[in-house]
Nanobody, 123 residues
Framework: QVQLVESGGGLVQAGGSLRLSCAAS????????MAWFRQAPGKEREFVAG????????DVRDSVKGRFTISRDNTKATVYLQMNSLKPEDTAVYYC????????????????WGQGTQVTVSS
């Protein structure tokens, strides 16, 4: 079993930055793909960014490309989401997810999920 714990959310003004972290525990994750999803009120959960087990491949949704960067440190079993130039439409609960496979997918077919961290961007 794997536990995922997100941190780093909060309230920020438009144009600001936040860095989300997701720490995994319970088993080695170095070969597992990880991703960030988000869900805004009244909307479906959507893929934000993903990274392969070794970190060599990433995928980022178009609406955040150039502003958000996903990375991971397998020595710390942690994945990060650096969010710059934040916009009010980025407001959502952000979830970390882990998949028992090395490949990144945009569908929510990840076996493990964190509890989520709130990101609120004010205009």
């Amino acid at each position: 079993q794997v536990q995922l714990v997100e941190s780093g959310g909060g309230l920020v003004q438009a144009g600001g930055s936040l860095r989300l972290s997701c720490a995994a525990s319970g088993r080695p994750i170095g070969w597992m793909a990880m991703a960030w999803f988000r869900q805004a009120p009244g909307k479906e959960r959507e893929f934000v960014a993903g990274i392969s087990g070794g970190g060599g491949m990433t995928d980022v949704r178009d609406s955040v490309k150039g502003r958000f960067t996903i990375s991971r440190d397998n020595t710390k079993a942690t994945v990060y989401l650096q969010m710059n130039s934040l916009k009010p439409e980025d407001t959502a609960v952000y979830y970390c997810a882990l998949r028992r496979d090395n490949s990144v997918i945009r569908a929510a077919a990840y076996e493990y999920w964190g509890q989520g961290t709130q990101v609120t961007v004010s205009s």
